[in-house]
């Protein structure tokens, strides 16, 4: 049911000293699981808790302990699924990865390598320049996190911090259909804004809640589409995994760098390593971390502790009836009920909660007016302040409430900004803050012509040059803005100024 009207971006094409050169990436995304409990304890995962605070036994990789499952975050993937319009595998099942680090003090990390929980999806990316693409989803499997190693808090010493130890991650595996640094980065804000729909992952890059490992490789024009044909990936480049990205900003620059290191190398004879690097934001650079043949020497096998989890397709359903709108549905939503632009709709459903602000000022009001208001004012204000939405001081009522008193010809627009400021800083009901401040603006006919004669009595130079040159008319109609204390109406002081500067 993805839209497909739209066009295809082009892909990313670097010239290289010998030719041209096109960039595939597929991204692994790690989203945290919005628990408040660990994947298969019940720790908290409440983020910047006293350090080694949040470890139970079982996190701690203590002898005899065993893993129980969180259903709830059984539950939260099977949405983000359902929310990717993925298949979901009523049998999954978890594997050890083994590998020994300070930082996993089981020796392995339980994950879903052969069963996972979900399969197939797709995810529609926008542009926001008309284009998009849909990007195909593999899988999305449960994991746990590692702890943390702390290496800069003393010269002689090493800390570990294993908070995060056990908890809950979702690792979104998309194919390598991405064709650019800034596809790549919408692609992930893109995720980030479905799973925020969902409530299933809070997105916070800042606190590592969602983290991207990003490969990269180059080919020729006309090999992706070969791949594409064939799905055979040797038309492909081979590809570099860049570790752990959690900025936007970062991943566009690793993308950039490492697409350009690996044409380097080609077009110098040589062919690429397939590693995993790591990216330097100081000196915007990759580099080597681990080459791919110590990395698979993981000895993956099914966790015995653990039976392989089966879930109910009526609990599937269940879960999909309970699914809110997403953004591509409410966006269209709003392009075809309220009128409103692709960019405006875009905007306004970039989070739920100023998709929900903007319905309720828009609710039996001009829906291009409502959006208008909300993105320019509303948005423009709170930005300045960095307040989101769910800390805006105007309710959709209050907004809602001034544009009632402009559509009823009561204030005009330009009042209408200083009683949104009003509203704004010192709160109140808009309708009885114009009449107790006097900001009615005055439609009666019969003021403003005494106002327009006042002043082209007072100006009879002026009055010679505007007959001449009509333009000159506005002058007229600022004056009398300026004597009325602008609350004239500007349509009726326009029309009363033509009528008497003709006559
Ligand atoms: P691994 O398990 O070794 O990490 P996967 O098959 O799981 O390998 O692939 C990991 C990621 O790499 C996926 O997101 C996939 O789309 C991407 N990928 C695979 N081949 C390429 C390629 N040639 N260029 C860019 N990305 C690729
Ligand atoms: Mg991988």
């Not at 392995?108 to 542009?127: D, F, K, N």
């Not at 044909?229 to 040797?234: I, N, P, T, V």
């Not at 409103?340 to 998709?355: C, K, R």
Request: with cysteine; aromatic share 6%.
């Amino acid at each position: 049911m993805l839209d497909l009207t739209y066009e295809t971006p082009k892909p990313k094409v670097i010239q290289g000293a010998k030719g041209d050169w096109e960039l595939v990436i597929g991204l692994e995304v790690h989203a945290q699981v919005a628990s408040a409990a660990k994947l298969f304890s019940g720790a908290s995962t409440e983020f910047g808790a006293e350090p080694n605070s949040n470890v139970s036994f079982i996190d701690a990789g203590m002898p005899g302990m065993l893993p129980v499952i969180n259903e709830g975050c059984v539950e939260l993937a099977v949405r983000t699924g359902l929310g990717l319009k993925a298949e979901i595998n009523l049998v999954s099942a978890f594997d050890r990865k083994n590998y020994f680090y300070p930082d996993l003090p089981q020796g392995y990390q339980i994950s879903q390598l052969y069963h996972p929980i979900v399969g197939e999806g797709e995810v529609l990316v926008e542009m926001g320049d008309g284009t998009a693409r849909i990007v195909r989803i593999e899988r999305i499997h449960l994991e746990q996190d590692a702890g943390k190693s702390i290496h800069d808090m003393d010269p002689h010493m090493s800390f570990v911090d294993l908070n995060r130890t056990g908890v809950a991650l979702m690792e979104i595996v998309s194919r390598p259909d991405i064709r650019g640094p800034e596809e790549a980065a919408a692609y992930v804000g893109k995720l980030r804004q479905i799973m925020r729909y969902l409530g299933t992952c809070d997105g916070n890059m800042q606190n590592g809640n969602l983290r991207a490992d990003v490969n990269v490789s180059v080919c020729r024009p006309g090999d992706y589409e070969r791949y594409q044909k064939s799905q055979d990936f040797s038309h492909l480049g081979t590809r570099c995994e860049i570790k752990n990205m959690n900025s936007m900003r970062f991943i566009q620059a690793a993308i950039d760098y490492e697409a350009r290191r690996q044409i380097a190398i080609l077009e110098d004879g040589g062919t690429v390593e397939q590693e995993t690097r790591l990216f330097d934001p100081d000196k915007g650079e990759t580099r080597s971390m681990r080459s791919k043949e110590e990395a698979h020497d993981y000895r993956y096998f099914p966790c015995p502790d653990l039976l392989p989890l089966e879930i109910e397709q009526g609990w599937v359903d269940d879960i999909a009836a309970a699914l809110p709108e997403l953004p591509d549905a409410k966006k269209a939503r709003f392009v075809s009920d309220f009128g409103l632009t692709d960019y405006d709709a875009g905007v306004l459903t970039a989070e739920a909660e100023s998709a929900a602000y903007f319905e309720a000022v828009a609710d039996g009001r001009d829906g291009k007016i409502a959006a208008n208001w909300v993105i320019n004012e509303l948005f423009g204000r709170l930005k300045k302040e960095e307040h989101d939405i769910t800390e805006s001081p105007v309710s959709p009522a209050q907004l809602g409430g001034i544009l009632d008193l402009i559509a009823q010809g009561d204030i005009s627009g330009k009042i209408a900004k200083d009683l949104f400021e009003i509203v704004y800083t010192e709160g109140g009901d808009p309708a009885e803050i114009v009449e107790v401040r006097g900001m009615r603006q005055v439609t009666d006919t019969g003021a403003i012509e005494a106002a327009v004669d006042k002043v082209i009595a007072e100006n009879p130079a002026q009055v010679e040059k505007a007959k001449e040159n009509p333009k000159l008319a506005g002058w007229f109609v600022g004056q009398v803005m300026k004597a009325t204390g602008g609350k004239a109406n500007p349509k009726a002081v326009n029309e009363i100024v033509a009528k008497k500067l003709r006559a």
